[in-house]
């Protein structure tokens, strides 16, 4: 089997714990915080000393005197209070990134209990484009679903379309009083019933009545008035395929297309599980659950509201039931605005007094904002809500400025352009959003977010292409891969970190945090650049060194693709860039 470097120095060190009969949880390895002092370090002995109520120096000693025997350690000293500083022999290492490089992987294994994962990370609602809000969802969402994936999990994505609250009954009623009735709603596109949603909009806003009337046709559709039931699913049917559009221009992937009303059964069971358990009780008409009180006030859950429409918090609650009995989810992960996370605190308590989904655990992992410049929500300039295709749009108008003009360059006309400039500014924006930690905001930035240098998308795209052509040139002469051979400090640096690439995907998994593996892979780019300059390949010294770069250069194209592929982003074989660019 395959194992990476890591692995390899834990099982080392495994050994040494158990024949020394000290507790095997602390014999881990991580990467120096010295790397001018070691490759790896193990604190485990400080945490061994405090529990055993003895000198860790006198621990690590123990432990460094063996792992000293061991021919593919280089150094190992015990440092400070009791840090144990290991390097490794250039000999393991140039042995394990040749294992490596036999890889598809790349030496990185999969998790030994697979799960199954729910992920919903969707969340677009009907008659309404999408918009910037809906940007970190996908993109997160997409990003976390191929590294689950990827370890071996099993995740399932559902986009959980927003089918069945009031803007229903609010766009219907104004289609009836603008058309006397729904006869010709079935002749209607996206942008028709968006517009009759923005007026709809508008006028509930002003109108206590309308409003009234919009409940009151939304809790009828509820019920099943099959008049606007079909109506209904015209107006749901155009939404989704105008989504599907978009998101397949971001390439976020979803497996089901499911929707609040498909909850609307099991919202019925739901409510009835809580009323036969006697947690709910009828509050000014409305059927609520009360929740503990902690020391941060809970707003009671409301079941059925007093029109005797069910709502939002009830069909997410439904929609866990579903995911646990239908789809037996052992894990469902939200990736939604962190401004929602009452309303998951709410849900995951009501679902686990009322036992719906025992021992599946449920994750809100909840982002921060995408901001314009003012560090306040991305606004249009007039003060609206920015368009999703409208900041691809202007995404592309950037990108497509620092391209070649069609014919420019042979082979590129104005298609292949046009797909690049795509790929190009779509891997920009999903970069630019997943190098920053879930949580923060941050804000989007039109001026550098697409440039082709610094942490950028194009930054590692354009390393990947770089590779690229230098493949295609060793290819041309006839220079084929060799076994790794480290003689210089760039060539040795560049090894130890591609030895890092599981350590990096796994703890993306781990802490759900793509931005992991989006820094890593630029500073793995940035170590293939500074190999590269003190590194020739074609021009070594001799066909060994130069059999050897290409196979340490054709790793880090790999590692590369496979993390952009990771964080959903397209690695081009080629990359443009406009001559005049200054
Ligand atoms: N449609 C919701 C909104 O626009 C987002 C849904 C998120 N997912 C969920 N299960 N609640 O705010």
């Not at 803007?167 to 209607?188: S, V, W």
């Not at 021992?359 to 992992?365: A, F, G, N, T, Y």
Request: aromatic share 6%; charged share 25%; proline share 3%.
């Amino acid at each position: 089997m395959i194992q990476s470097v890591e692995k390899t120095l834990n099982n080392k060190l495994l050994s040494i714990f158990n024949e020394l009969n000290l507790d095997a949880r602390f014999a881990v390895v991580k990467t120096s915080d010295r790397p001018d002092l070691s490759d790896y370090q193990c604190n485990g002995a400080l945490a061994l000393a405090k529990m055993m109520h003895q000198n860790p120096r006198e621990i690590a000693s123990k432990i460094v005197a063996l792992l000293q025997k061991d021919a593919d350690i280089a150094a190992v000293s015990v440092d400070g209070p009791g840090f144990i500083n290991i390097s490794l022999s250039n000999a393991f290492i140039a042995a394990q990134t040749d294992v490596m490089a036999q890889d598809s992987r790349l030496g990185i294994g999969k998790v030994e209990k697979p799960r199954q994962i729910v992920m919903d990370f969707g969340g677009p609602n009907v008659a309404k484009a999408l918009h910037v809000g809906h940007l970190r969802s996908a993109v997160i969402g997409e990003s976390l679903r191929r590294i689950e994936k990827f370890v071996g999990h099993h995740p399932v994505s559902d986009v959980h379309f927003g089918d069945w609250g009031t803007p229903m009954g609010m766009i219907l009623a104004e289609i009836i009083r603008q058309d006397g009735n729904l006869e010709q709603t079935e002749k209607y596109d996206i942008e028709a019933i968006s517009q009759f949603y923005k007026q709809a909009n508008i006028r509930c806003k002003e109108d206590e009545a309308a409003k009234e009337e919009a409940r009151r046709i939304t809790a009828e559709l509820q019920a099943g008035n099959a008049l606007y039931r079909k109506a209904w699913q015209h107006l749901r049917d155009v939404s989704v395929a105008a989504v599907k559009a978009q998101y397949d221009v971001l390439g976020a992937h979803f497996d089901l297309w499911l929707g609040e009303s498909d909850a609307d059964k099991p919202s019925r069971e739901v409510i009835e599980i809580a009323k036969q358990k006697g947690l709910s009780e009828v509050d000014d008409g409305a059927t609520i659950i009360r929740l503990p009180q902690t020391n941060k006030p809970m707003p009671p859950v409301i079941l059925v509201k007093s029109d005797g429409g069910i709502g939002y918090q009830v069909t997410d609650i439904a929609t866990i039931k579903m995911r646990v009995d239908d789809l037996h989810a052992e894990e469902i992960l939200y990736v939604v605005d962190k401004r929602q996370s009452l309303h998951f605190e709410q849900i995951f308590q009501v679902s686990e007094m009322l036992g719906i989904a025992p021992d599946v655990k449920l994750q809100h992992i909840g982002f921060g904002t995408v901001n314009g410049s003012d560090g306040k929500p991305f606004k249009t300039r007039d003060g609206g809500v920015m368009n999703l295709a409208d900041l691809i749009e202007m995404s592309k108008d950037k990108v497509r400025r620092s391209m070649p003009k069609p014919n420019e360059v042979e082979g590129y006309g104005e298609k292949e352009i046009e797909a690049l400039v795509t790929q190009i500014a779509i891997g920009a924006i999903k970069f630019q959003d997943l190098k920053n930690n879930i949580a923060a905001g941050y804000v989007f930035d039109l001026d550098d977010f697409a440039n082709f240098e610094g942490k950028t998308g194009p930054y590692i795209q354009y390393a990947v292409a770089r590779i690229n052509s230098i493949l295609r040139k060793a290819a041309a002469q006839g220079l084929v891969e060799g076994n790794i051979v480290l003689e210089n400090a760039d060539e040795r640096a560049l090894a130890l970190k591609l030895a890092q690439i599981e350590n990096a995907v796994f703890r993306a998994e781990a802490d759900k945090e793509p931005s992991i593996i989006a820094d890593y892979a630029y500073t793995l780019a940035q170590a293939f650049s500074g190999f590269y300059n003190t590194c020739p390949i074609m021009s070594a010294e001799n066909k060994n060194l130069a059999a050897a770069r290409l196979k340490l250069a054709r790793l880090v194209r790999d590692a590369l693709k496979l993390l952009l592929d990771l964080l959903g982003i397209e690695a081009p074989e080629v990359m443009l860039k406009a001559s005049e660019e200054k």
